[in-house]
């Protein structure tokens, strides 16, 4: 009986810690999904001739190749020259969605 409880408990505690690990990998989920925050590093994209959405997703492209453009979208606030923020799609397939101001802020000038 005492070498039944024994094994027992030894499953317990494994099944416990290995359930901790796991759990504790906040970077990547089952469905490895990723962060954008880990591959969009580079948020100071310089001077940008035009400021389209278009062309923010280059500069942010040229700045940071890891970044899947067609899986992320810019918004520019009207009449403001200087940031855009860039979103995940809601159907992304590589991104999670921001979850930290839902949005992360990029840096340009215009010239």
Do not use: W
């Not at 796991?22 to 400021?51: A, F, M, R, W």
């Amino acid at each position: 009986m005492k070498k039944i409880l024994g094994l027992i408990g030894a499953i317990t505690f494994i099944t416990t810690g290995t359930t901790n690990v796991i759990s504790c990998n906040n970077h990547e989920t089952s469905n490895n999904l990723i962060n954008l925050e880990d591959v969009l590093t580079v948020t100071d994209l310089g001077k940008i001739p035009t400021i389209t959405p278009d062309d923010i997703l280059i500069y942010i492209k040229a700045k940071n190749p890891k970044v899947v453009i067609t899986e992320i979208f810019v918004s520019l606030d009207s009449g403001i020259k200087e940031f855009a923020r860039v979103h995940v799609k809601g159907n992304s397939k590589i991104y999670h969605q921001l979850t930290t101001g839902n949005e992360i802020i990029v840096l340009f000038q215009q010239g």
